[in-house]
């Protein structure tokens, strides 16, 4: 039986009703994304049906990414309070790591020190760099912020790798038009990139503008911890991405026409710039090879094996 027809049979026995997107999609997140099963069991229905565009399976399937990196940052409000001198960043189910809260500048100090013609290149600069909104996360917790922005896109890249399995268990490869649409939504794929780079920045400015911030970002060894298992894991969810795509275009590739980086469908006029994602993805990787985004080996945690 297909999970999709798993999905609705056990919703039809147990609620006699129509299932909700929520419904539907804890019950994708229960075989292919268990360990955020908590996260979304918690977000609110309201929202998740807001986030989820699109009456079909099919269309809200999309925005999973989008519903999980939500989710998380509102269970990540129910774990951490105000007064709390711990910051908790729940990785898994296994992993929550606790950083000590600390005093730094707002994100937005980087314009100052980064070049326009970069900052206009980086897809999410102004909305977590850039920003005119003192309360948001990023302003108001400098470096704090950009950490739990870092962990919400990892587990936007793992829902979208894990979708890749689900489509391909319950539409096979009888619709394309579903596999243009998952490869057309992937700027999941080079967030992790961006906020490398945001980090970079951050430890270059702060190094140059304040060495006490910068000695306390790279002395604290839970903040190398997350970023060192985010930065190992992620950089996996990538290539198995990466690999995915190219049996996704392989077995649609009779029913479609793919040229200079658009597809469509045979037959149709409306085309999709399915390369633009997987080029920001190397052009990001291209800029953290330059010689000044080394600082960020000051975030790597050591690893001590055995054998050392």
Known sequence: MKPLLTIILFFSFSYSKTPSKKE??????????????????????ATVNFLARGD?????????????????HKFEDGINFYDDTLRHYRLDDSTTIAI???KSFPSRKLNDFVPTAIQKEIFRYSTYINSADSNDDTQQNGFLGLLEEYAAYYQSLKAYTSTYYFLKDTFGWTKPQVWIN???????????????????????????????????????????????KI???????????????DNIIA???SRTE??????????TEVGYNIDEHVK???KTEVLLKESNQKILKQLKEVIITQND
């Open 182 to 228: 998952y490869l057309n939504n992937g700027s999941e794929i080079y967030a992790i990139n961006e906020f490398k780079l945001f980090f970079s920045w951050y430890l270059q400015y702060s190094k140059s503008k304040s060495p006490d911030i910068y000695k306390k970002i790279v002395s604290d060894s839970n903040i190398k911890r997350l970023y060192t």
């Open 258 to 267: 793919y040229q200079g980086g658009i597809i469509k469908l045979v037959g």
């Open 280 to 282: 920001t993805l190397r």
């Open 251 to 253: 077995n649609i590739k």
């Open 100 to 102: 000590r809260k600390f």
């Open 231 to 245: 930065d190992f894991n992620s950089k996996q969810l990538i290539n198995t991405f990466l690999v995915n795509r």
């Open 24 to 45: 539907v999609l804890l019950s994708i997140a229960q075989k292919y994304l268990p360990d955020n099963v908590v996260v979304l069991k918690k977000y609110d229905e």
């Open 56 to 72: 079909s399976l099919e269309e809200y399937i999309c925005d999973f990414s989008t519903v999980i990196h939500e989710g998380f």
